[in-house]
């Protein structure tokens, strides 16, 4: 199985786990609803989202 993982990404400090999501839309979804909660309707200077998709259950490696 497939999912989408949702990482805030900021410059120079790395990424933070938002949620790991069944669909790319649905990840979309969750960044959009992410920043309307969180952050007034826009992300910081130097935030941006990334979705990763990865295989559930893999055998351990270095993602990224």
Known sequence: ??????LLATDY???????V???LGRAED???VWVEDQRSGE??????FE????DLDAVAHYHW
Do not use: C, D, K, N
Request: aromatic fraction near 6%; proline fraction near 0%.
């Open 51 to 54: 979705i990763r998709e990865t």
């Open 1 to 6: 199985m497939t999912v989408f993982v949702l």
């Open 30 to 32: 969750a960044s959009r």
């Open 13 to 19: 400090e790395g990424e933070m786990l938002l949620g």
């Open 43 to 48: 992300l910081h200077g130097g935030e941006h």
């Open 21 to 23: 999501y069944s669909s």
